[in-house]
T-cell receptor, first 110, second 115 residues
Framework: AQTVTQSQPEMSVQEAETVTLSCTYDTSESDYYLFWYKQPPSRQMILVIRQEAYKQQNATENRFSVNFQKAAKSFSLKISDSQLGDAAMYFCASVSRLTFGEGTQLTVNP | SQTIHQWPATLVQPVGSPLSLECTVEGTSNPNLYWYRQAAGRGLQLLFYSVGIGQISSEVPQNLSASRPQDRQFILSSKKLLLSDSGFYLC??????????????FGSGTRLTVV
């Protein structure tokens, strides 16, 4: 069975600063994918970034990047130049059948 | 392009009443389909998934059932709702086989309140 753990129920960041959200996972699969999803107050689930486990290079999407440490089974999300619109619940997830962590509520302070 | 539709957006039902939530996907064929439930402020719990018409797998024993009568239609049902069935229900799809490498696309969700 797969497990995904997000140890930070809540985080806050000042606008324009950088914040890192933590995630650890456990899987017996050798080929897998990891995702970060964002859920704003509208509750629509939005894919933020994905990482293929066989790739050493960390994924980057504009202001969002990941720090993927395969041996440590760690997959953190870094948000640079935080904006008010980044305020949301963030979920780390692992396939197969997308197992989600419990989420981290991110507050962005003006 | 592919789109996913889920309805209704909000539903208030009395205890003991039946339930039917519907989800349809457009612009793709033979998708994998999923039903998730989210309790307030919590993570997502996978309820059912389907890899084809009539093929349903249940992850958690409960008061709910799912059906896939057509390739791109996924229905979540209950014969008699319980208070504990309240929550936010999300439908999602992914490409079949290795399509899950791209993640899931979610519908806009249904907020169910059982009173």
């Amino acid at each position: 069975a797969q497990t995904v753990t997000q140890s930070q129920p809540e985080m806050s960041v000042q606008e324009a600063e950088t914040v890192t959200l933590s995630c650890t996972y456990d899987t017996s699969e050798s080929d897998y994918y990891l995702f970060w999803y964002k859920q704003p107050p509208s509750r629509q689930m939005i894919l933020v970034i994905r990482q293929e486990a066989y790739k050493q290079q960390n994924a980057t999407e504009n202001r969002f990047s990941v720090n993927f440490q395969k041996a440590a089974k760690s997959f953190s999300l870094k948000i640079s130049d935080s904006q008010l619109g980044d305020a949301a619940m963030y979920f780390c997830a692992s396939v197969s059948r997308l197992t989600f962590g419990e989420g981290t509520q991110l507050t962005v302070n003006p | 392009s592919q789109t996913i539709h889920q309805w209704p957006a909000t539903l208030v039902q009395p205890v003991g009443s039946p339930l039917s939530l519907e989800c349809t996907v457009e612009g793709t064929s033979n998708p994998n389909l999923y039903w998730y439930r989210q309790a307030a402020g919590r993570g997502l719990q996978l309820l059912f998934y389907s890899v084809g018409i009539g093929q349903i797998s249940s992850e958690v024993p409960q008061n709910l059932s799912a059906s896939r009568p057509q390739d791109r239609q996924f229905i979540l049902s209950s014969k008699k709702l319980l208070l504990s069935d309240s929550g936010f229900y999300l439908c999602a799809w992914s490409g079949g086989a290795r399509g899950t490498r791209y993640g899931y696309t979610f519908g806009s969700g249904t907020r169910l309140t059982v009173v």
